[in-house]
């Protein structure tokens, strides 16, 4: 019964029966288009294989992409951190320096005024010890 069907949908192929002497132009169209499905199935799906993995990989370089933006903003907001407080310590030594050098311009000042204290009572005593004698 199958082979009957076979011969009704193939026409004679001498391949599959003994009494055939030729293969009919229709069986072997019809065997034709069935070899070029199974080939097109073969290279279809070789096609899908090979697009499947290189989108695997792309989506792999993606994501590793992402991570590396994403350390990328951490160390940035890090550096930001950090010069703000760079920035403050700065501040902070300046307005100590600003600090230390008022003390020094009043020591500065303060020597003067001693030192003119002196000299004036130096003088003083000396116009003094000029009248007694």
């Known amino acids: ?6 011969l009704v949908t193939w026409g004679c192929i001498p391949e599959l029966t003994k009494d ?12 034709g288009i069935a070899i070029g499905a199974v ?6 799906w070789w096609i899908y294989n090979r697009q499947k993995k290189i989108t695997e990989k792309q989506d792999l370089t993606l994501t590793h992409i992402m991570e590396l933006n994403e350390r990328h903003d951490r160390i940035l907001k890090r550096l ?24 020094i311009e009043r020591q500065d000042k303060l020597q003067k005024s001693i030192q003119t204290n002196i000299s004036s009572k130096d003088n003083n005593t000396e116009r003094l010890d000029r009248e007694q004698q």
Do not use: P, V, W
């Open 20 to 31: 055939c002497q030729d293969m009919t132009n229709a069986s072997s169209t019809f065997l």
């Open 1 to 6: 019964m199958l082979q009957n069907l076979l």
């Open 80 to 103: 930001e951190e950090s010069d703000k407080r760079h920035d403050s310590t700065l501040n902070a030594i300046l307005d100590i320096n600003s600090k230390i050098e008022h003390i």
């Open 39 to 44: 080939i097109g199935g073969i290279i279809s």
